[in-house]
């Protein structure tokens, strides 16, 4: 082999080589379109923040979608009148049903006829509240839906620390929540949040906690992270 047609393989290895690279960084989470690996809240739709905007589908082939957007000007302090988001059914006929509710609504999972979200920045009258297991007034929900949904619907919420909450993972047949008062650290990748305040961080004595709970919403543990 001479030594032009060596420069040429090395030069071509090196080319293949950047973009495998390119793409297994915009798929771990770590660039523009992954989010595989980031704690995600929808934002608008969440396209720009991986899953958050996906579909969740259920056994009757409904699928929902959450959306928010800013209800307020903003602020230095985002509150529970700061944003507005959108549960959205959509069936496979093309019909559509709305719940909407205060705050950051997270994407939902599904567990038989039950759906279960977060919602960061709540209003507590949105809910009928079965439990508060936070001892402090800076405080998010984790909900459950009884599916299919209609327009009387009304989830159910536990209380829970930390004003800003991870997506809920079912794993162990138990719920996992993550929630914090870092709103900035939550809402990584989230531009709605973002464009409202930029500016915005957490006192130096905020906290973080996991919660394990059991399907039917009875806590397991709390577990203050930091």
């Known amino acids: 082999m001479n030594k032009t047609k060596v420069v040429l393989l090395l030069a071509t290895v090196m080319i293949l080589t950047s973009a495998v690279g390119s793409f297994a960084m915009m798929g771990s989470g770590g660039g523009m379109m992954g989010g595989g690996g980031m704690m995600s809240s929808s934002g608008g739709f969440g396209m720009m923040d991986g899953m958050a905007g996906a ?5 009757d082939e409904t699928a929902y979608v959450t959306s928010m957007l800013p209800s307020a000007t903003p602020g230095t ?9 959108h549960m959205i059914a959509v ?7 709305k719940m909407s509710v205060s705050g950051l609504m997270s994407r939902p999972v599904i567990d038989g006829n039950v759906l279960i979200s977060t919602v960061s920045l709540p ?6 509240i079965m439990a508060n297991e936070g001892t402090t007034t800076q405080q998010s929900v984790v909900f459950w839906l009884q599916l299919p949904m209609t327009l009387s ?5 536990v209380r829970m620390d930390g004003r800003f909450a991870s997506s809920p ?3 162990n047949n138990m719920i996992y929540v993550t929630t914090t008062n870092f709103g900035n650290g939550m809402m990584q990748g989230n531009d709605v949040f973002g464009n409202m305040f930029p500016n915005y961080t957490a006192g130096s004595t905020a906290k973080s906690y996991l919660y394990i709970f059991k399907m039917d919403g009875t ?6 992270l930091q």
């Open 91 to 97: 069936t496979t006929s093309g019909q559509t049903l």
């Open 55 to 59: 579909p969740v589908v259920d056994a």
């Open 153 to 157: 619907s009304v989830p159910t919420a």
């Open 219 to 224: 806590l397991v543990s709390k577990t203050v």
């Open 123 to 128: 209003k507590m009258s949105d809910y009928s």
């Open 169 to 171: 993972v079912i794993a």
């Open 77 to 85: 302090v985002p509150t529970a009148n700061s944003f507005l988001s």
